[in-house]
């Protein structure tokens, strides 16, 4: 009988594990005909989403809500474009973030037999907070994230919160940044810098490294830390998925 009550609790545990209603794993991608890849690490639309010729390890940060790989520990594989995948998952249209990024962690550890556990390391890393004098971003009313612009040198978002903003901070200084503003809501962001490895040119417009610019033109600061932080390690993943 106690065998069988602790057989019902896994199952009903199981069964209330947050599921897309569809979801399409594959192996590789699209190539373009230059040989370039175009990346997607976590595209979401109407509960849709959208992950393209991504590794593994970017498959782990979009589900675990994770700024760089950095706070991820595994096997070099995960991070090889050699392994690629595709993922399109679909859920309902008003489907909450965080709840998509649950139901993208039980997709891999069904998909990859994922298993993972966390711990605490001491890692240097960067802090997003106000600077004095406050934000200087317009707020902007609920919509939709609108990408205008995003590379080397210039961010253009519309409806952007600021822990998409210290992800994309993070990609562009290759190192992990947390939000620690306290800003809720979503902003109006224009920021132009001049990259770190940007050729002199003397006809280019003269704008601030990336850490004065941010505090000149959006009223934040970037901040060293070396507080521990919480690690992923992933402790089994396959290299093949299981099939649709």
Request: charged share 20%.
């Given at each position: 009988m106690?065998?069988?009550i ?11 594990q947050?599921a897309f209603d569809?979801?399409s794993v ?6 373009r ?5 175009n990346?997607?690490?976590?595209k979401?639309s109407h509960?849709?989403v959208?992950?393209?010729?991504t590794?593994?390890s970017?498959?782990?940060q979009?589900?675990y809500?994770?700024t760089?790989?950095?706070q991820i ?10 392994y690629?995948f595709?993922?399109?998952a679909?859920?309902p ?7 998509l990024r649950?139901?993208?962690?039980a997709?891999l550890?069904?998909r990859f ?5 966390r ?6 890393h960067l ?6 004098g406050?934000p200087?971003m317009p707020?902007?009313?609920d919509?939709p994230m609108?990408?205008r ?6 961010l253009?978002?519309g ?7 210290v992800?994309m901070l ?7 940044v947390f ?7 979503a902003?109006?962001?224009e920021l ?7 050729e ?10 990336l850490?004065s ?11 060293e830390?070396?507080s ?16 649709n």
């Amino acid at each position: 009988m106690t065998r069988w009550i602790c057989s019902l609790f896994l199952a009903a545990a199981v069964w209330a594990q947050p599921a897309f209603d569809v979801a399409s794993v594959k192996e590789g991608g699209p190539v373009r005909p230059d040989g370039l890849l175009n990346i997607t690490l976590g595209k979401v639309s109407h509960g849709t989403v959208t992950l393209t010729n991504t590794t593994l390890s970017e498959c782990i940060q979009y589900a675990y809500g994770l700024t760089n790989e950095v706070q991820i520990a595994g096997p070099d594989w995960i991070r090889s474009r050699q392994y690629r995948f595709q993922i399109v998952a679909k859920a309902p249209p008003d489907t909450p973030p965080g709840q998509l990024r649950l139901m993208m962690q039980a997709l891999l550890e069904e998909r990859f037999r994922l298993a993972v556990h966390r711990e605490p390391r001491r890692i240097p890393h960067l802090d997003l907070t106000v600077a004095k004098g406050g934000p200087r971003m317009p707020v902007t009313a609920d919509g939709p994230m609108e990408g205008r612009y995003y590379g080397p040198g210039r961010l253009s978002y519309g409806h952007m919160t600021m822990d998409w903003l210290v992800l994309m901070l993070s990609r562009q200084l290759k190192q992990p940044v947390f939000n620690r503003t306290g800003l809720n809501g979503a902003f109006d962001v224009e920021l132009d810098w001049t990259p770190d490895n940007a050729e002199p040119d003397p006809n280019a417009t003269p704008y601030p490294d990336l850490f004065s610019a941010i505090q000149k033109q959006l009223g934040l600061k970037l901040e060293e830390s070396k507080s521990e932080l919480e690690v992923l390690v992933v402790d089994h993943a396959e290299k093949t998925p299981l099939p649709n």
